[in-house]
């Protein structure tokens, strides 16, 4: 708009400059000029023709028409007024119909020139509004992506390898009758390499490479979408073989008919020429498309079925094996120290995507380039764990005596609990030091990647979580809301174990409710209730006694250990952080070794140096999609004290801040998601 303003301005002032007359040039009639001319006021004259131009003894120039008079130049003469005497302008007519059509012809060519800028300029098109922004990715050696720069995704990996054959060598499939796939779908979270895995098969086959984002498509124009995806598919056939690859596909490939105004808007125009271009592929062989989402419940199905994207590859997050492999892709350029351990490091970073491995490294080494050090530490790889995971260390944030009582206890509940339940999860790291939007927190960290989880488990969990909200009902005999976020999420594993899992003998094996969010209003105020209000009754009395069933089996256990749960807040409030080590010492009685000089509290301090005990691996878990609840990955668990000690004079609603570290059976780990579902306190 800024730009649009200035050209219009300029093309105002340019065409004022020629058509306004000067402003120090006026007309007079011819009687006003002889009475000038004998008041003596006119000094110089200039004739041409009937037009006179004539100089007053002020500067001022006067203009006026003359008619025939054969006296007036004599009466100039006599009163001593210069007269000079010019020949008529006899030039082309054209001449002067150019000159008066010059301003706006310049003024048309000006606005002309801008707007073809503005929309990209060049080709045959006026407008460019439906040209295709597509990006041809430049494969020189040094940007080049192949399969060696992917790792831990081995089965996806191997999917898109005959992806590679087909664009090298397509006479190999199609002699035996086959055809060369028209669309491959990558459906995974986010940071798992999907748009990597694309680009390596583009670099592998050697082949073009176009990029686009789904939300490029659509624009304010109607009929746009539509002409982007003509153009860009009339690029692939000019450029076959090529790759082209759409990122978040989901932004344009929505389900059609969702909305409540008809479906008949400019994203299902974009997806019926979409549609339309996958299907005319057959004079085009050697144009694949390549999609990228993660979320495949929303597309539609008319987009996944064969024929267009004949393949749907799952790019899900690496398992400890895979975690090690793109560790050291990342580290390949980066001096480690000999205690680094990336056995150890893939360990003890369960759920972690491609990308978050890949800030862990770069944290690290912003750490230890901080400290002035040439080489990564292990401790450095510690550091960046904790801050990815929970947060940068709130040391400026001073509680008072009873809020880290408070939270010591609260945290030392939970760590208690895990500790004592069998088949629970090691705890790894307990810290009453706020990070973030937490004020403690109690780390546990599975001991290897799980995919199923049993009852047991479960139920277990769930006095975990409860933990940190009986441990303030029996040391203070009242409690805080700090135990919100646990509140939520306990009710959470709950209800999905009556509801989605069979796991309730009252209701049985049934699923009762719609499973999966919908994210179209039109369709979430057309979903059917199929159950009666009856059954909600009985699934909430259901959900209280598994929530009242886990309260009470965790009161008992903290009251017949609450011994050693003195020892624990004890030994928060000195040391602000312990280890799952130190927690096996105070429940076998021993006391704890001394702390060093240089104790500041936290596992790692800011600058680097190891301090306290804190265990050397830490855990974190992730939101995952609704629909993954059948197989979820292994998350780390634990739970954070937000606001255990926060001022009763707060408004308590508010104050749910724990963050969602604590066991989600149907998350996927992964740090950058650790503040989803907390409420900002």
């Known amino acids: 708009m800024v730009v649009w303003a200035v050209i219009i301005l300029g093309m105002m002032m340019l065409f004022n400059m020629f058509q306004q007359p000067q402003q120090n040039k006026q007309s007079i009639s011819y009687s006003d000029l002889l009475s000038r001319v004998e008041s003596g006021q006119i000094s110089a004259v200039t004739i041409q023709g009937q037009d006179l131009t004539a100089t007053t003894t002020d500067g001022q120039t006067i203009y006026t028409f003359i008619p025939r008079d054969d006296k007036l130049v004599p009466l100039l003469l006599e009163k001593k ?47 460019s509004f439906g040209r295709s922004k597509a990006k041809l990715l430049n494969q020189n050696e040094k940007q ?127 997806l019926n020429q979409l549609l339309v271009e996958m299907d005319g592929f057959e004079s ?156 403690g927190v109690t780390m546990q960290l599975p001991e290897e990647d799980r995919h199923g989880y049993s009852r047991d488990f479960l139920r277990n969990n769930m006095v975990i979580m409860i933990g940190g909200r009986v441990a303030e009902e029996l040391i203070f005999e009242d409690y ?42 039109g369709r979430e105020w057309v979903q059917n209730k199929n159950y009666s209000e009856d059954t909600a009754q009985i699934v909430d009395a259901e959900v209280k006694r598994l929530i009242e069933e886990a309260h009470d089996r965790c009161r008992t256990l903290l009251t017949e250990n609450i011994d050693v749960l003195h020892h624990i807040a004890k030994a928060l409030i000195e040391r602000e952080t312990i280890s799952g080590d130190d927690l096996d010492l105070l429940l076998e009685g021993k006391e704890l070794p001394p702390l060093p000089e240089d104790h500041v509290g936290s596992g790692t301090s800011d600058d680097g140096s190891a301090t306290g005990t804190a265990s050397s691996e830490t855990a974190s878990a992730q939101q995952a999609a609704p629909d993954q609840d059948a197989a979820p990955a292994a998350p780390a668990q634990g739970t954070q004290s937000d606001a255990a000690a926060e001022k009763p004079a707060r408004n308590p609603s508010a104050e749910d801040t724990t963050a969602d570290f604590t066991f989600e059976p149907e998350e996927t780990a992964r740090p950058a998601d650790k503040n989803k579902d907390q409420d900002k306190a």
């Open 144 to 270: 080049r992506v192949t399969f060696a720069d992917v790792a831990g995704v081995d089965e996806a990996k191997d999917e898109l390898q005959e992806v590679v054959e087909f664009l090298s060598n397509p006479k190999k499939f199609t002699r035996l009758g086959g055809r060369i796939p028209k669309g491959v779908l990558l459906v995974g979270p986010p940071g798992t390499g999907k748009t990597l895995l694309s680009r390596a098969v583009a670099g592998e086959a050697g082949v073009p490479f176009f990029s686009i984002s789904g939300s490029d498509f659509v624009e304010m124009f109607v009929g746009v979408g539509a002409s982007r995806v003509r153009d860009l598919f009339e690029q692939g056939k000019k450029n076959a073989p090529c790759i082209i690859f759409i990122d978040e596909i989901d932004a344009v490939g929505r389900k059609r008919g969702a909305g409540l105004g008809g479906g008949n808007d400019e994203r299902e125009q974009t």
């Open 81 to 127: 007024v210069e007269v000079k005497a010019e020949p008529l302008d006899n030039q082309p007519w054209y001449i002067s119909v150019l000159a008066s059509w010059f301003p706006m012809l310049l003024l048309i060519a000006i606005w002309f020139f801008a707007v073809r800028q503005m929309q990209g300029g060049g080709g045959s098109k006026t407008m």
């Open 284 to 439: 085009n062989e050697g144009v694949i498309l390549i999609a990228a989402t993660n979320r495949p419940d929303v597309l539609d199905p008319a987009l996944l079925r064969p024929g267009r994207f004949d393949r749907q590859v799952v790019v899900a997050t690496p398992d400890r094996p895979g975690r090690k492999q793109i560790l050291l892709i990342h580290t390949k350029k980066t001096p480690l120290a000999r205690d680094v351990n990336l056995d150890v490091i893939a360990s003890g970073t369960p759920g972690f995507s491609g990308a978050d491995l890949e800030n862990l490294v770069n944290e690290a080494a912003l750490q230890a380039a901080r400290t002035g050090r040439d080489q990564l530490l292990m401790r450095d790889f510690e550091y960046a764990k904790d801050k990815i995971i929970m947060g940068r260390e709130r040391r400026s944030l001073i509680l008072s005596d009873e809020e880290k009582r408070i939270t010591a206890y609260h945290e030392g509940g939970h760590a208690l609990a895990a500790k004592l339940l069998p088949g629970s999860d090691p705890v790894h790291k307990v810290s009453i030091i706020p990070r973030g939007q937490a004020l």
């Open 480 to 521: 805080t809301t700090g135990a919100s976020n646990d509140i939520e999420r306990i009710t959470n594993i709950a209800r999905k174990m009556v509801c989605e899992w069979g796991m309730s003998d009252v209701v049985g094996t049934i699923a009762i409710g719609e499973s999966g969010q919908e994210v179209f209003i």
